[in-house]
Protein backbone atom coordinates (compact mmCIF):
# COMPACT_ATOMS: atom_id res chain seq x y z
CA UNK A 1 0.00 0.00 0.00
CA UNK A 2 1.08 3.61 -0.66
CA UNK A 3 1.29 5.58 2.51
CA UNK A 4 2.63 9.26 2.81
CA UNK A 5 3.30 10.52 6.20
CA UNK A 6 3.81 14.25 7.22
CA UNK A 7 5.87 15.86 9.80
CA UNK A 8 7.39 19.22 10.58
CA UNK A 9 4.18 21.41 11.41
CA UNK A 10 3.88 23.48 13.96
CA UNK A 11 3.23 26.98 15.33
CA UNK A 12 5.72 30.13 14.87
CA UNK A 13 5.38 33.40 14.60
CA UNK A 14 4.89 35.86 11.67
CA UNK A 15 8.48 35.79 9.39
CA UNK A 16 9.78 32.61 10.29
CA UNK A 17 10.20 29.68 8.93
CA UNK A 18 9.39 25.90 8.74
CA UNK A 19 10.70 22.84 6.84
CA UNK A 20 7.53 20.35 6.05
CA UNK A 21 8.64 16.39 5.54
CA UNK A 22 6.53 13.54 3.80
CA UNK A 23 7.57 10.19 3.60
CA UNK A 24 6.20 8.65 0.86
CA UNK A 25 6.28 4.18 0.91
CA UNK A 26 5.25 2.00 -1.25
CA UNK A 27 5.45 3.85 -4.38
CA UNK A 28 8.30 4.22 -6.95
CA UNK A 29 8.48 8.76 -6.44
CA UNK A 30 11.48 9.14 -8.81
CA UNK A 31 9.29 9.16 -12.21
CA UNK A 32 6.49 10.15 -10.89
CA UNK A 33 4.73 13.99 -9.85
CA UNK A 34 4.00 15.33 -6.35
CA UNK A 35 2.47 18.18 -4.89
CA UNK A 36 2.06 20.02 -1.18
CA UNK A 37 -1.98 20.87 -0.81
CA UNK A 38 -2.89 23.05 1.91
CA UNK A 39 -6.42 23.90 3.68
CA UNK A 40 -6.75 26.57 5.64
CA UNK A 41 -9.56 26.87 8.29
CA UNK A 42 -13.39 26.82 6.68
CA UNK A 43 -11.41 27.28 3.19
CA UNK A 44 -11.04 24.31 0.51
CA UNK A 45 -7.76 22.80 -0.12
CA UNK A 46 -5.48 24.53 -2.73
CA UNK A 47 -2.20 23.63 -4.17
CA UNK A 48 0.85 24.85 -2.90
CA UNK A 49 3.58 23.62 -4.99
CA UNK A 50 4.20 21.07 -7.48
CA UNK A 51 7.41 19.27 -8.66
CA UNK A 52 7.30 16.43 -11.86
CA UNK A 53 9.14 13.53 -12.83
CA UNK A 54 12.21 16.01 -14.39
CA UNK A 55 12.12 17.82 -11.22
CA UNK A 56 10.35 20.74 -13.12
CA UNK A 57 8.36 22.71 -10.11
CA UNK A 58 5.67 25.54 -10.06
CA UNK A 59 4.12 27.27 -7.29
CA UNK A 60 1.04 28.99 -6.89
CA UNK A 61 0.99 32.75 -6.89
CA UNK A 62 0.63 33.03 -2.80
CA UNK A 63 3.90 31.68 -2.80
CA UNK A 64 5.96 34.89 -3.73
CA UNK A 65 9.07 33.04 -3.86
CA UNK A 66 9.29 31.82 -0.03
CA UNK A 67 8.64 28.50 0.06
CA UNK A 68 10.55 25.27 -2.25
CA UNK A 69 9.54 22.14 -3.14
CA UNK A 70 11.91 19.65 -3.50
CA UNK A 71 12.87 15.65 -3.36
CA UNK A 72 15.27 14.17 -0.57
CA UNK A 73 18.48 12.80 -1.45
CA UNK A 74 16.76 10.49 1.00
CA UNK A 75 14.97 8.55 -0.93
CA UNK A 76 11.39 8.71 -0.97
CA UNK A 77 10.87 12.10 0.74
CA UNK A 78 9.77 15.21 -0.27
CA UNK A 79 10.20 18.58 1.11
CA UNK A 80 8.43 21.79 1.70
CA UNK A 81 11.09 24.45 3.05
CA UNK A 82 8.79 27.74 3.89
CA UNK A 83 10.05 30.85 4.72
CA UNK A 84 8.87 34.73 5.81
CA UNK A 85 5.48 32.90 6.67
CA UNK A 86 2.40 35.02 7.33
CA UNK A 87 -0.64 34.42 9.26
CA UNK A 88 -2.61 33.55 6.15
CA UNK A 89 -0.18 30.88 6.07
CA UNK A 90 -1.79 28.86 8.65
CA UNK A 91 -3.71 25.58 7.17
CA UNK A 92 -3.30 22.02 7.27
CA UNK A 93 -0.65 21.11 4.97
CA UNK A 94 -1.06 17.91 2.77
CA UNK A 95 1.87 16.20 0.52
CA UNK A 96 0.27 14.34 -2.66
CA UNK A 97 1.44 11.87 -5.26
CA UNK A 98 0.17 11.33 -8.47
CA UNK A 99 0.55 8.15 -11.08
CA UNK A 100 1.61 10.57 -13.40
CA UNK A 101 5.02 12.09 -14.29
CA UNK A 102 3.83 15.28 -15.60
CA UNK A 103 0.77 17.11 -15.15
CA UNK A 104 -0.49 19.81 -17.31
CA UNK A 105 -0.90 23.49 -16.33
CA UNK A 106 -5.15 22.83 -15.37
CA UNK A 107 -4.15 19.86 -13.52
CA UNK A 108 -1.36 20.93 -11.07
CA UNK A 109 -3.37 21.94 -8.36
CA UNK A 110 -6.42 19.65 -9.07
CA UNK A 111 -7.12 17.59 -6.03
CA UNK A 112 -8.63 14.73 -7.98
CA UNK A 113 -5.08 14.31 -10.02
CA UNK A 114 -3.60 12.75 -7.17
CA UNK A 115 -4.05 9.31 -6.12
CA UNK A 116 -2.29 9.60 -2.82
CA UNK A 117 -2.71 11.58 0.04
CA UNK A 118 -0.99 12.02 3.70
CA UNK A 119 -2.92 13.03 6.85
CA UNK A 120 -2.01 16.20 6.55
CA UNK A 121 0.11 18.26 8.99
CA UNK A 122 -0.56 21.74 10.89
CA UNK A 123 1.18 25.03 10.13
CA UNK A 124 0.09 27.99 12.28
CA UNK A 125 1.39 31.16 11.73
CA UNK A 126 0.48 34.11 14.36
Known amino acids: DVQLVESGGGSVQTGESLTLSCQIS????????LAWFRQPPGKEREGVAY???????VYNDFVEGRFTISKGSAKNTLYLQMSALKPEDTAMYYC?????????????????????WGQGTQVTVS
Open 96 to 116: AASDTGFLGILFRFLVPAYQY
Open 26 to 33: GYTYGNKC
Open 51 to 57: IDNTGGT
